[in-house]
């Protein structure tokens, strides 16, 4: 159940969940200097004076970036601030050359918005996204390279991250884990973000605190850097169990940060939370407001792409299952490759297709969707096979196995090992005469009644034409020649 309450020692809570997402601009350079903002790099390879915070460097700001914000904005159905402006957020950590994170607070560039979640129960629920800003992310403290000494890579200093900040209007693991599905599918689908959530690119903090049901918001307990949608679920479940006992046992909950432990599958505390005045937020003094025209806006919303919730309604409307359709939408990559099998072709059996017997294969060979041997093209052929009855739906199956080992294309397989189904009707109805033949005892028992004896011989047809026979016209055949007396 999506909104469960929970059970207390004296009585029952309410979770409320408010997320920040932190996503990684898809950009080839950093917010404010032109290194790399690629992952992977040897430590320190990837970093400009700006990133290190060399005395006299300026930030120039990177057009990609305001770009994409725009565009994820406008994907989270948000209003656009046309002024924004960047700002000093200042705090002291090593990986952090500068002294200060430039940031956006008081006019961050994207405003309210809000995203559709689906729940396991089909149901959707709608949830607010309080603001988009972008910033600078930091670089990296290493302690686990040598006994007596911390390492910092700068790398990722200085790299794009919009933070996406939610409403606090989640009330279960569950809604919180569809929450990040949702839009990390949502950035992929706008290119704006790869959403991988292992390499970091998008990390969370989670928000908690419980309430007695209908009560006013209770206080929070921050999470930092959840980076996996399983361990977000994990970390919830966990920290809001710990409320309850904190303040069933007498005690109250203080507002701090805390570290989710992955091997112990708990929280404990990093710092007591620090408030926005602490960071003495000013506008920085390097960068001009962020200036946007209308036409700006105007011309990334006219080349927004369909996006999840749209395409969705357009696979059901098509013929496909709502199921089906959300599992196919769920995944940018795989639903791009069901839409080029599905075209010409007939959307539910191209649905089956893709989600079974190609993925069934895939992971039996343990290989990603990209690195598929049949194509999407390819099954598209294969598909059209089946609809044009040139062969079965049981024969395509060994002809999938065999372009799936071989690569090879479905009609080639056909034709080189006869598959072609039987239509000439004389050459099928020779099969049915033969196996009534061999069957007379079978024929007076379904005449006398016993009807679920068709199947019998249908079965037996198929068999003798090696699974060739159209099945239609077997049916056909069968039908006028065992009830005619
Ligand atoms: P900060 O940077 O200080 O954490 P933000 O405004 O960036 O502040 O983020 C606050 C986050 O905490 C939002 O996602 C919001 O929904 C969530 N939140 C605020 N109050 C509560 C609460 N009482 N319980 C759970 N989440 C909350
Ligand atoms: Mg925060």
Redesign the pocket.
């Known amino acids: 159940m999506a909104h469960a309450l929970l059970k207390g020692e004296t009585g029952e809570w309410e979770m ?5 997402v932190h996503a990684q601009v898809l950009t080839k350079s950093k917010l404010f200097s032109g290194a790399s903002a690629d992952f992977g790099a040897a430590p320190n390879a990837q970093v400009s004076p700006v990133d290190a915070g060399m005395p006299g460097m300026l930030p120039v700001i990177n057009k990609l970036c305001v770009e994409h914000a725009v565009r994820t904005g406008l994907g989270i159905n948000a209003a656009i601030n046309l002024y924004s402006v960047f700002e000093r957020k200042n705090y002291f950590y090593p990986d952090l050359p500068q002294g200060y994170q430039i940031s956006q607070y008081a006019h961050p560039i994207v405003g309210n918005g809000f995203i559709e979640i689906d729940l396991q129960d089909g149901s959707s629920k709608v949830v607010g996204i ?1 603001r988009l800003h972008l910033e600078q992310d930091a670089g990296k403290s290493l302690h686990d390279q040598h006994p007596s000494k911390s390492y910092v890579d700068l790398n990722r200093s200085g790299n794009p991250l919009m933070e996406i ?4 209007e989640m009330n279960s693991a569950e809604e919180a884990a569809a929450y990040v599905t949702k839009l990390r599918a949502i950035l992929r689908y706008l290119g704006t973000c790869d959403g991988n959530m292992d390499e970091g690119s998008m990390r969370c903090d989670v ?3 419980v309430r007695r049901p209908g009560e006013e ?2 206080t ?1 307990c ?1 999470i930092k850097n959840v980076n996996s949608i399983r361990f977000v679920s994990q970390a919830i479940e966990y920290e809001a169990r710990r409320q309850i006992e904190v303040i069933e046992g007498g005690g109250k909950i203080t507002q701090e940060t805390r570290l989710f432990d992955t091997k112990a599958g708990t929280t404990r505390t990093m710092r007591s939370k620090e408030d ?1 005045h602490d960071y003495r937020y000013f506008p920085d003094p390097d960068l001009l407001p962020l200036k946007l025209e209308q036409k700006f806006v105007d011309d990334i919303k006219k080349s927004l792409p369909e996006l999840p919730d749209a395409k969705k309604k357009r696979l059901i409307a098509s013929g496909l299952s709502p199921y089906d359709a959300s599992v196919l939408v769920a995944d940018k990559e795989r639903v791009d490759f069901f839409e080029k099998v599905a075209n010409n072709n007939d959307a539910k059996l191209a649905a089956n297709w893709v989600t079974t017997e190609l993925t069934g294969a895939l992971n039996k060979a343990e290989k990603e969707l990209s690195q598929s041997p049949v194509s999407a093209v390819q099954l598209g052929e294969l598909i059209a096979l089946i609809s044009n009855d040139t062969i079965s739906g049981k024969i395509a199956k060994e002809v999938f196995a065999e372009m799936f080992a071989t690569g090879k294309n479905a009609a080639a397989i056909v034709e080189s090992k006869g598959l072609k189904q039987v239509t000439d009707s004389g050459a099928i109805e020779k099969i049915v005469d033969e196996v009534l033949r061999e069957n007379p005892d079978k024929i007076a028992e379904y005449r006398s009644g016993k009807d679920k004896l068709f199947g019998f011989f249908v079965g037996q047809v198929l068999k003798k034409s090696g699974g060739k026979a159209n099945p239609g016209m077997v049916n056909d055949l069968l039908k006028s020649k065992l009830n005619q007396q």
Not at 16 to 20: A, K, T, W, Y
Not at 165 to 168: E, I, Y
């Open positions: 409320v969940i408010g997320l920040e309080e900040v939610s409403k606090p928000n908690v605190s918001l209770g929070r921050e926005a």
